[in-house]
Every structure is written in C-alpha cells, then in structure tokens.
C-alpha cells in the first residue's frame, strides 16, 4: 500500500523550501562581493553574535515575498530580523542585509523594522542593530519618507526606548548615510569598523556637489574621523569579530531586572506520544473537513493536559487552562467539529455564536484577573449569521467579546492554524488587537470571507453592473475561477507575511517553543495597569 505523507507536513516543506531560497539573500554574486570587501553576510554576522547552540527566532523572513518585481525584488525586506540571546539576555537583533540593493530601505523595509522596534519597546528588550545599508531607496521615497510610519518614525521611536530605559546597540558595518545616519547617533553605544563602516548626512559626491569639496569617505565619515574627532562613536575595531566580541561583553554587563518569573512558570513536561507525528495528521488536505481542535491542542500543551472552562456551554470555542513548556496560559481555541447544544441545537464547526463568545469574553477577563497570558488558536469562518443569530443579539455579544480582547492587557500570542475570516479575525486577537506576536501555520488563509463565498458575492456584483445581456453560464463560470483564483491567492499565509500581517510562518511542530520564547520574552515587561473594559451592549 502506497503511503501518503500528511498534506500540511507538505505543506510545511514547500514553505521551508521558499525559506531557504529567501535565506539567500542577494544571491550567489553579491555574497561573493561581500566576501572580497572581507564582509560577513547579515545571517553570519547574526550566527556570530548570538549565543552558541542558542535558537534565533526569525521574524519577518516572508516579508516583501514576490513584491518589487520591477526593482528585482527585495527578498525578507533587504532585513535579517529576530529575537535571540547574547551572553544569556534575550535581546531583538536586526541587520541590514547588504547584498540586496546594498541594503537600501524600501517601504517593507522600514515597516520590519518598525515591527522589531515596537516588539521591543512591548516587552522591554535591548536591541541590537546591524548596520550596512546605502539608505533611503530613492526610487520609492514617497512610500517611505514622509508618513506617520514610514522612515521617520524609526528615529522617533530610538528617542522613546532611550526614555523608556530599553538599550540600544549600533555597530556600524558598512555606510549609514543620509536620513539612517541619526540610527546610530541616537543609539546608547556605537560600535565601527575601521575602514568599512561610516555615517554622514551626506556622502563624498554630495559634499562635492553641495559646496565643492573633495574628501574621501573615510576621512569625511570613517570610523577613526567619529572616534577621535566627532565624539559620535565610542568605540572602533579593526575587524566585525572584534566588534562582534566587544557587543558580547556589553550585552553579558547588562542589569536583568526581570530574571524573576513574573508569569507562573514550572517544570516543563512534553505534550502526547509522538505529537511531532500527530500534529501534522489532525487536519485533512486544505482544511476541507471538520477536526477536533482538542487533538490539536494535546500535540502543544504539557503532557497533553487541558482544563476547559465551561466545556458544555458555548462549545464552538474551547477556552480553557493549560500549561506550555512550564508557562501558565489561558488557551482560546475555534472548535472545528460541529457541536449540539443541550437543547439539540447543532451548531457549526469554526463559526462563533451567542453563548460562545459570551463564555470567551468572560475567559478572557479571568485570565487577566490571574496575570496568566493568553493564547488564541485561529481556526475560525466567522459569526454566526441568520436571523435568529441577529434577534438574538450577535452583534453586541461579539462586540462583547472583542471589547474584552482589545482591553486586555496580560500578553496575547496568536497562532493562525486555519481560517482567519472577517470580524473572527478581530475577536480571535488578529493583528489589529496588538498580540505580542502573531504567528501562521502553512494552512493558513486570512482573509474577509472564505474564496468561494467571496468570489460568489463579487460575481453577483458584476453581473448587476453588467450591461442588459446576461453573461452566458460558461462565461459565469469563468468568471468566478477567475475571481476564485485571485482571491485565493491573496489569502495565504505567503501573502499575509509578505505583508508583515502575521509575524512569520512556522512549522507546527514548533508552536511550542515560539509561544515559549514569546512568554519569556514578555517576562522583561510584566503586566503593571489594571484591565478596564468600556461600555458593554446588554
């Protein structure tokens, strides 16, 4: 008998195979260059740096996929980002990666960079940037300059860490010019690299053109001319392992305030037998079919173990306590089989209704009564619709719900393991509702209604527009692939990363230890305001 590998392990391996195209960077040729300058790469100088055998969670690796056609693309945003440890202090390291367009920022670019910069400034951790970037792409500067949160924002943000006492390290690798010259300045400690690192307003052709002069980069910027005579950097070494060791000591003199558990946290046990197996089994090829996210659950919790509360009212969501690698933690969860009400009333799979996102609210304010994060397990088509659903009062109980999620204020994760449609999204804690980080399995599709149903609507909508002759049935059906295909398509875990809408794609098998490090992470920061909730529809 013929075996057939789990569809989402497949799935799972056609993502990682994407990643390790992205992990390349510029590519072959520009790596070579940055070996001839006697440059290491953004992901070397990262590997270096971090503690040995210690796990760098990447962030934003997806970010820019299939985006910049006409530039010749800008693979993770021309940024190698994430949270790891120097010398034991968990930390965010984000580094230019010079061998994309030279490490120019394009609008993704700055919107990773924010995204790191306000994980940081959530959960208190120093952050360590590496810098080799030619600056502002010029050809898009309009997206990336003037706005709100665009470049500038950046620099607004270094000045409220600094206040916020949250350190910040720049080691300056290669030219910071123009605009991302006041990065390193406005950082607390600024490390350079004789002879390849340099940081002006303007660079030796500008100052040529602007008032006539004739200065070399390194006389003008260079590492000894802001050591000695700017006073700009406080320190200057002759190679990037010299630098690199110099952070490390840095790092390891750091204070750790928070080395006590703010989060309840004990030993860590291992979820069900072989739940590295199972976990890619529970689900049927492209989420067609109902399953029991309880199953799902028992491959991530310790020992399997979960405490559901009110486990017979509001079935179609599973709330519940449970522990994850030690952690405490509140568990929100889309039940995907259908249930029976006690009074015979089926009720579907992954649809919220009435009394489901009343007993989720109410969880919710419990879990930030005990200081216990929450975790949200996406799976989830929506609320229920119907008139019985609007007599009854779905609107407001949802906005229940939601009103509890957005004023929440113990750490929220959220993990898309399926579905993400519409105002589910919102009250399963999407992006909009500030989880520490958000996280998307390979089966995850985000989007305002499923394809189908989507596709349906805007072909009903089309047709009204059309002209009198109706379209004939074949062109109908046309039509709708058409509309089918380029929803779907925009409804992907890809497409969501690509647009930094989720945090990044990770392998199931894996949750586990992302929640873990994203609870250890939120330890720096520990709760500190009280929830208050606003006005309630009753």
Partial sequence: ?????????????????????????????????????????????????????????????????????????????????????????????????????????????????????????????????????AGVFLNMQDEIFPDKEHFGRVFRNNAKMSAMGITQIAVVLGPCVAGGSYLPIMSDEVLMVTGKGSICLAGPFLVKAAIGEDIDIETLAGAHTHNAISGIADYQFNTEQECFDRVKKIMGSLSSPHKQVCFSRTNSYPPIDHAHEKIYKIMQPDNIMPYNMVDLLTCIVDKGELDEFKKEYGKSIICGYARIDGWAVGIVANQRINTKKNQGEIQMGGVIYNDSADKAARFILNCNQKNIPLIFFQDVTGFMVGSKSEHAGIAKDGAKMINAVANSVVPKFTIIVGNSY?????????????????????????????????????????????????????????????????????????????????????????????ISEGIAMANHHPTTEKMRLGVFQV
């Fill in 422 to 514: 519409g105002a589910g999204n919102y009250a399963m804690c999407g992006k909009a509702y500030d989880p520490r980080l958000i996280f998307a399995w390979p089966s995850a599709k985000i989007a305002v209604m499923g394809g189908v149903q989507a596709a349906k609507t805007l072909l009903q909508i089309q047709a009204g527009k059309a002209s009198e002759q109706a379209p004939t049935e074949d062109a109908k059906k046309q039509i709708l692939q058409d509309i089918t295909n380029q929803y779907e398509k925009k409804s992907t875990a890809i497409y969501a990363a690509a647009h930094l809408w989720i945090d990044e794609i990770i392998d199931p098998k894996e949750t586990r230890r992302y």
């Fill in 1 to 133: 008998m013929e075996h057939t590998q789990p569809w989402l392990l497949t799935k799972t391996q056609e993502h990682q195979k994407l990643l390790s195209i992205i992990q390349e960077g510029g590519g072959a040729k520009n790596i070579a260059k940055m070996k001839q300058m006697g440059k290491m790469t953004a992901r070397e100088r990262i590997a270096y740096l971090i503690d040995t055998g210690s796990f760098f969670m990447e962030i934003g690796s997806f970010c820019a996929f299939d985006m910049y056609a006409q530039e010749g693309g800008c693979p993770a945003a021309g940024t190698v980002a994430g949270i790891g440890y120097v010398s034991g202090q968990q930390c965010i390291i984000v580094a230019n990666d010079a061998t994309v367009k030279a490490g120019s920022w394009f609008p993704m670019t700055v919107k990773k960079n924010l995204r790191m910069q306000e994980i940081a400034m959530d959960n208190h951790l120093p952050i360590i940037y590496l810098l080799d970037s």
